[in-house]
């Protein structure tokens, strides 16, 4: 089945030491999403490529980079990993076309900072 | 800009039971779309239904059916005979179109528990 796979699912890592999540689909969008929840809360968009256009939001902290080598993987990087950027992260893709926009998820990453 | 405000944080049902989820939302877009997502314990997030704004019927997708109100700028979710299975957060969600790609704007969620 198509999808939108996320490694690893739980990510331990300690305070300032870099960490990559990576995503990849098998949906062929052309659009990947990088979210960021924390409990309970409302998925915070990080930023989103449109192929290779990178565009970032305008309060994603310089902390969080992002890499899409190609269509099918994208990566998020944390250069110094605080406590407060402990959360489960979610990929999406979309569709650019196509007047659903509908955006689909993976099942996330969730990052402890010790 | 757009904004989309959920005001129930937690709701509860009895199984087999009908529950409303609340959403209102806000934007300046003629043409847009409104989505409800769900997102159940430890899982991934799914799309439960959507709506076109430009079409004036509400949309149903099996138990699931909302209640659009353009003008009131309303979109409401009501599920039919509860289910264990529909224990989850659901999310409100608005997405502008007009662009050839859209970002999502989420409400704050509503916990929904059901109870057999």
């Known amino acids: 089945d198509a999808m939108v796979i996320q490694n690893p699912r739980y990510q331990v890592t300690q305070f300032g030491k870099p960490v990559t999540l990576s995503c990849s689909q098998t949906l ?7 979210y960021q929840q924390k409990s309970s809360q409302a998925p915070k968009l990080l930023f989103h490529y449109y192929d290779k256009d990178f565009n970032n939001e305008a309060d994603t902290p310089d902390n969080f980079q ?26 999406a893709t979309s569709r650019a076309s196509g007047s659903y926009n509908e955006q689909f998820f ?4 969730r990052l402890t900072v010790l | 800009a757009q904004t989309v405000t959920q005001s129930q944080p937690e709701m509860s049902v009895q199984e087999a039971e009908t529950v409303t989820l609340s959403c209102t939302y806000d934007t300046s877009e003629n043409n847009y779309y409104l989505f409800w997502y769900k997102q159940p314990p430890s899982r991934q ?8 704004a430009y079409k004036q019927q509400n949309a ?7 209640n659009f109100q353009k003008a009131a700028k309303s979109f409401s979710l ?14 409100c969600a608005a997405n502008a179109g007009g662009t050839s790609y859209g970002k999502l704007t989420f409400g704050q969620g509503t916990i929904l528990t059901v109870h057999p």
């Open chain 1, 28 to 34: 062929n969008h052309n659009v990947m999403y990088w």
């Open chain 1, 66 to 91: 992002s890499r899409r080598p190609n269509t099918s993987f994208c990566f998020l990087d944390i250069r110094s990993p605080g406590l407060g950027d402990a959360a489960m992260y979610l990929c």
């Open chain 1, 106 to 109: 993976g099942p996330g990453t």
């Open chain 2, 45 to 52: 997030m799914i799309l439960v239904i959507r709506q076109e």
């Open chain 2, 60 to 66: 149903t997708e099996n138990r699931f059916s909302v």
């Open chain 2, 78 to 91: 009501k599920i039919s005979d509860s289910q264990l299975g529909d224990t989850a957060m659901y999310f």
